[in-house]
């Protein structure tokens, strides 16, 4: 039986913080009942999560699913398999490394957008008192218009922030797969993506396979996850193309974020424990490749979101100059 608790009822930090503590007790061979104990004298503030985890498991719930308020549906398959695999601790420090990963890039996206977003709000500020306020004294004939066009600036702009909402709204509603399929369109996003559902499948496919486990029994096991988790999703397709006499490959060919290399190392013929391996070593790849993608990204963005505003700027500075030197020129 699940917790019922809503994941914002901790933040990240606190996140990471439950997370570090209970895998740093756990690696130290502190048993998981003395861990939690220990963490709620630490750790009043999370006394009522604590106590929820620990109900949790004296009812007869995994530790994965007693934590299943801190992670996402996906990540915690990732604790699901590594738990029933009888390798939680390592689950844990794989997944506290990635959110640490995480974090950091979005840490350092915000550090880098900091300016330009300042400089954007200063700059759509200047244009709006200018426009409303400095044009009107220098073209009287115009002061009409100017004052229109800044209405219908605004409410252009209030048209996509309403039109985001929307879109936003509905995107939250369809399912990994739908999702996927409209990030997937995404240029920028699309190669970060594509490295991480790489990294995240390989890993789980390792993990599957490193205890023997045949395709139905990786089926059964992806089945009991949450029905929104990609890969419930994909195993339920796998299943009903199998069902019908469908080899697997047929699902990795129908999906172009499933790396071609699936397939590869599925088809060697090797033993499982050589394809767990594989499988391992590529997920770890995709891994290093995410990091190095996600930097490159983040380096870029800066110089491109000024150059935007740079030409915007020059726009704005000719549609406003252009009106005042005409103006002082018929006084003459």
Known sequence: MK???NMNSVNKKEQMLILNTLYNLLKTGVPLKQSINFMKVMFPKFLSDLIDIEMSLRRGSSISDSLDFLLENDILNQLIIAE???????GLKEIIDFLKLKKLQ??????LMLYPIMLCFILFLILFSINTFIIPQFDMDNS????YLTYIIFGCFLIIFTTTIIFYYHFKKLNSLSKLKILLKIPLLKLLLKDYLGYYL????SLMLKKGLEVKDIINVCMNFDEKSLLRELTYELDESMSQGNSYSLIIEKYSFIPDEFKVFLEQGNSKTEISYNF???SKLKFQDL???????????QPLFLLVIGIVIVIAYLKIMLPMYGSIKGDF
């Open 3 to 5: 917790i019922l608790r």
């Open 84 to 90: 029933k695999q009888g390798n939680f601790i390592n």
């Open 106 to 111: 979005i840490k350092k996206i915000k550090d």
């Open 144 to 147: 009409s218009s100017n004052f």
């Open 202 to 205: 390989a890993l789980n496919l």
């Open 280 to 282: 391992l070593v590529y």
């Open 291 to 301: 990091i190095n993608k996600s930097n490159k990204l983040i380096t870029f963005i």
